[in-house]
């Protein structure tokens, strides 16, 4: 594996710049970050509901449960196209739909931490998981531009991480690039 990977050092070098560059851009230009998302959410929700509705049609041919998929389908196909039409309503909604999920999954970490209470010891550390989400979806909710940035910049930490790691290891394959590999 490592010769096929320090032949081929350069394609990691690409993802790695790619993605640095990516994340450099997601904190020079967050509203295009966003759109960009938003659209790529369109995009996917439309293909996903055209495949689903093939999956439909192959489900009656073969006489089996074909509805389900018809519903599946068509609702992807009108999150798609509301995505299009409107995406600054649809980057608004997701964002509202990350916080309920943060609030909604933080109140039942932190339930589940005073149950725990008189199992094991260190369950704060549950109802501080917790207690963060919910105080990350109270600030989606109320504040939501600020959620949106913030989201964007957890998007670029991670793509300038992941590229500047990406360089490093395509950087040290370069060296062993001639090298032929160890034998187990």
Known sequence: MIGVLAR???????RGLFALLFGLLAFALPGITL????ILFGAYSLVD???????????AEAHERWWLFVLEGLAGVAAGVITFMWPGITALVLLFLIAWWAIVTGIFEIAAAVRLRKEIRGEWALVLGGAASVFFGLVLLFRP???ALAVIWLIGTYAVVFGLLLLMLAFR???HAGQKPALA
Do not use: C, K, P, S
């Open 145 to 147: 531009g600020v959620g």
């Open 35 to 38: 759109a960009a998302l938003v």
């Open 49 to 59: 509901g055209i495949f689903a509705l093939v999956t439909a049609v192959r489900a």
């Open 8 to 14: 081929n050092w350069w394609a990691l070098a690409l």
């Open 173 to 175: 394959l370069r060296g």
